[in-house]
């Protein structure tokens, strides 16, 4: 049965035909351009080292992308993109965001850098365990604040040290108001992986995630403990006698049970006589470039004039030591139940320890195990 068609309908029909053969044409014509061009792609635009920021905007076509490289002096030809993205596929792939690129960098690792806006970060691990200066020191080292960001870095090591937080907003951080007058923000700095931006990095990206880790996974795990009736210590007490705990224990299993002895002589009266806390006292040492001073000398600890040593001062020192992890805040919030007063490292057991209850036990273990 014949039915009639209008000529309308015909033109629109003959118009997609052309518009399909149009594409066709421009995607055979890419094509032809890439293989002519092939070699340039896996050439670098020129040898210049430098890094510049780029942006991608949300719906940016692939075309106008490939114009703002040649704009930005990171590629020279954006026929060449456009061909090499469509081509291979690789239109949708490209995403939106802040991309550091070079041109030094060739065609097709710049477009391997656009499919991934995410990989445009420094990945910060921070150990259980560090103190400020350490941060600050794995800051610089990873160029988080790169040469132009000094001031920045100098600024992020005055916040942490001083606690002066009055440029930053702290509502999200209500329990910053814990500490004590004056003290800085040690032990609230949790430890863990954070990923910061590669470009013009701020205070608050470092500092920020810091302290969201600290508001996301301390603060639950102290609360929970307060709730239940499991401490009655504030929580810059806690956080204090973690992170002793945390410079203290080398065999993770140990530390609910080194918590427990700190707890029991703070609260027979006994001064804590740790280790860590003089070292923290002791600070940098230019002389072998540690943080912690290892080891300390006998005379040591009683010539080390700080609150923060604990041989000479009783109860907890100023405040932590260091930024605890999660175990050593969960040891002090739930330790193990004993009468023990004290312990000693074993040789040769990977830090292990041995508990007493007495003095006398005690010596009797330091006469095996030190010789002492």
């Not at 259980?128 to 790169?146: A, T």
């Not at 606690?163 to 108001?177: A, K, R, S, V």
Request: aromatic share 10%; proline share 7%; with cysteine.
């Amino acid at each position: 049965m014949y039915i009639p068609i209008s000529r309308s309908l015909v033109g629109i029909l003959i118009l997609i035909l052309l518009v399909l053969a149009g594409c066709n044409a421009g995607d055979r014509a890419l094509s032809v351009y890439l293989r002519m061009n092939q070699a340039a792609v896996e050439q670098p635009y020129r040898a210049d080292p430098r890094e510049v920021r780029f942006e991608v905007e949300p719906g940016t076509p692939a075309r106008v992308i490939g114009s703002n490289l040649v704009a930005a002096g990171l590629i020279g030809d954006d026929r060449l993109f456009e061909a090499y993205v469509r081509v291979n596929g690789l239109v949708n792939q490209l995403e939106a965001g802040t991309f550091v690129l070079s041109p030094s960098m060739t065609l097709a690792e710049i477009v391997e850098k656009l499919q991934n806006s995410a990989a445009d970060s420094i990945r910060v691990t921070i150990p259980e365990g560090w103190r400020i200066g350490q941060i600050v020191d794995l800051l610089d080292e990873l160029g988080v604040y790169n040469e132009s960001q000094l001031a920045t870095l100098a600024q992020y090591a005055q916040v942490v040290n001083t606690g002066d937080l009055t440029e930053l907003d702290l509502t999200p951080y209500p329990f910053l108001q814990t500490r004590l007058d004056g003290m800085g923000l040690e032990g609230y700095l949790f430890p863990n992986t954070y990923e910061v931006p590669a470009v013009d990095a701020t205070v608050e990206d470092v500092l920020g995630r810091q302290l969201d880790g600290f508001a996301n996974t301390v603060m639950p795990a102290y609360q929970a403990a307060v709730d239940g009736g499991k401490t009655t210590l504030d929580l810059y007490a806690v956080l204090t006698l973690a992170s002793i705990v945390e410079r203290e224990a080398v065999v993770p299993e140990e530390r609910p049970a080194i918590a427990r002895v700190y707890l029991n002589r703070l609260a027979q009266g006994i001064r804590l006589e740790a280790d860590p806390t003089v070292q923290y006292a002791m600070g940098y040492q230019p002389e072998s470039d540690q943080w912690w001073k290892t080891p300390v000398f006998l005379e040591e600890y009683s010539s080390v004039d700080s609150p923060y040593n604990t041989y000479l001062y009783a109860g907890l020192p100023p405040g932590p030591i260091c930024n605890p992890g999660l175990s050593s805040i969960q040891a002090v919030l739930e330790p193990d139940p004993h009468n023990y007063l004290f312990f000693v490292a074993v040789p040769g057991e990977g830090g292990r320890h041995v508990f007493a209850e007495t003095f006398a036990e005690h010596q009797v273990n330091v006469q095996k195990y030190l010789g002492q």
